[in-house]
């Protein structure tokens, strides 16, 4: 899927914040709505994060959904 490895290597803007609530963190990424992710580290959260966007960008392009490129 040609389409979603050229998405995937767009530098899309990723937002880390501190979970206050719980334990750990929070990523999401403001260029993509509602791909939002956590994990108890920030390295977990960090690879959540990116299979999250992974699969925002995969049913955007099933979806038909424009995806825009990051600010």
């Known amino acids: 899927m040609k389409d979603l490895e050229k998405y995937?290597?767009?530098p899309f803007r990723m937002e880390v914040v501190k979970d206050?609530?719980?334990?750990?963190?929070?990523?999401y990424f403001p260029d993509l709505?509602?791909?939002?992710?956590?994990?108890?580290?920030?390295?977990k959260a960090l690879a959540n994060a990116e299979d999250a966007k992974k699969a925002w960008l995969e049913a955007a392009l099933d979806e038909g959904i424009q995806i825009y490129e990051p600010k």
């Open 8 to 10: 995937m290597a767009m």
């Open 20 to 27: 206050l609530d719980e334990s750990g963190f929070v990523v």
């Open 33 to 43: 709505p509602g791909c939002i992710s956590c994990g108890e580290t920030i390295e």
